[in-house]
């Protein structure tokens, strides 16, 4: 079975400061790995996602993601951080064989940028 | 297009209650979907259809039931409210069907339903 571990609950990051959270992941083969961002009452919002091709991704306001496949990872980045980004994040991973697990998502992961 | 909605935005139940949450997109999407949402678990799959007439289960089904009359709208009906069902609930969709081999579509959430059974 398919699985994503966001290792930390919370990430405090300073204005202006380069961000990172983390997902790594557990699929047979090849993933398609997604992020998903989540604002205070809404739903959830695509950012950016991984199917072949050059290991960086860039997504949605600045962020990017790299596919680390020997470390099975896929770390969420961005260069300089807004207070806007404060979000609960999402990483995602799905076989791309198919099948009845279709997306499996992380339990997400409180990002606060501090002013 | 208003993209994915829902209704309503909060509910308060009884337990024993029933009740519908409606869930409609104007995407022309086949594939629909129902999560729910609870702190440090992410988001489970309820139910899923993959077009109109098909229907089937996710990981959390138990308590929950759905159809799928038409394209556009996936209702998810709450059979006898349950507190274990407080939650929040997501409904999504996407032009193909994310369990199918090769298929990589975004799929657009909707705004939830915050659910409260007492």
């Known amino acids: 079975a398919q699985s994503v571990a966001q290792p930390e609950d919370q990430v405090n990051v300073a204005e202006g400061n380069p961000l990172t959270v983390k997902c790594t992941y557990s699929v047979s083969g090849n993933p398609y790995l997604f992020w998903y961002v989540q604002y205070p009452n809404r739903g959830l919002q695509f950012l950016l996602k991984?199917?072949?091709?050059?290991?960086l991704v860039k997504g949605s306001y600045g962020f990017e993601a790299e596919f680390n496949k020997s470390q099975t990872s896929f770390h969420l980045k961005k260069p300089s951080a807004l207070v806007s980004d404060s979000a609960l994040y999402f990483c995602a991973v799905r076989d791309p064989g198919g099948g009845a697990d279709g997306l499996t998502f992380g339990k997400g992961t409180h990002l606060i940028i501090q002013p | 297009n208003a993209g994915v909605t829902q209704t309503p935005k909060f509910q308060v139940l009884k337990t024993g209650q029933s009740m519908t949450l409606q869930c409609a997109q104007d995407?022309?999407?086949?594939?629909m979907s129902w999560y729910r949402q609870d702190p440090g678990m992410g988001l489970r799959l309820i139910h899923y259809?993959?077009?109109?007439?098909?229907?089937d289960q996710g990981e959390v089904p138990n308590g929950y039931n759905v159809s799928r009359s038409t394209t556009e709208d996936f209702p998810l009906r709450l059979l006898s409210a349950a507190p274990s069902q407080t939650s929040v609930y997501f409904c999504?969709?996407?032009?193909?069907?994310?369990?199918?081999?090769?298929?990589?579509?975004?799929?657009?959430f909707g705004p939830g339903t915050r659910l409260t059974v007492l």
């Open positions: 991984y199917i072949t091709g050059d290991n």
């Open positions: 995407m022309n999407h086949e594939y």
């Open positions: 259809s993959v077009g109109a007439g098909i229907t």
């Open positions: 999504a969709s996407s032009y193909s069907n994310p369990l199918a081999a090769g298929v990589a579509d975004t799929q657009y």
